[in-house]
């Protein structure tokens, strides 16, 4: 029902910083609720951020608090991350997701469970994003 397109992955020195975009088609992102996951060859896909349908409210993995900045332009279908101070660690292949109907609130709760990505039902391709020691 809604496809998302990720763009400005690539490689970047430790300490750096990069931006990621996903650009989601159709008529109602307003009404998303989006996040950004990332996985790293041999781990498991982890939360990063989430933010609300109305931009008001963000959340974030520990990881990556005081670092990275998830943020949305409604008028142009997109939502951003911002990542700053990035280390070696941070290299993963990121995901953009959106979930319709969901509130915030749950979002929030099943991170802390480790379970956030179960109430998302659309996926970006993933963006490769590495950081060179």
């Known amino acids: 029902q809604v496809q998302l397109v990720e763009s400005g992955g690539g490689l970047v020195q430790a300490g750096g910083s990069l931006s990621v975009s996903c650009v989601a088609s159709?008529?109602?992102?307003?009404?998303?609720?989006m996040g950004w996951f990332r996985q790293a060859p041999g781990k498991e896909r982890e939360f990063v951020a989430v933010?609300?349908?109305?931009?008001?409210?963000?959340y974030y993995a520990d990881s990556v608090k005081g670092r990275f900045t998830i943020s949305r332009d409604d008028a142009k279908n997109t939502v951003y991350l911002q990542m700053n101070s990035l280390k070696p660690e941070d290299t993963a292949v990121y995901f953009c997701?959106?979930?319709?109907?969901?509130?915030?609130?749950?979002?929030?709760?099943?991170?802390?469970?480790?379970?956030?990505?179960?109430?998302?039902?659309?996926w970006g391709q993933g963006t490769q994003v590495t950081v060179s020691s």
């Open positions: 997701a959106a979930g319709s109907g969901n509130y915030y609130s749950d979002v929030v709760r099943m991170a802390k469970l480790g379970r956030a990505g179960e109430i998302y039902d659309y």
């Open positions: 159709g008529r109602t992102f307003s009404s998303y609720t």
């Open positions: 933010i609300s349908r109305s931009g008001g409210l963000t």
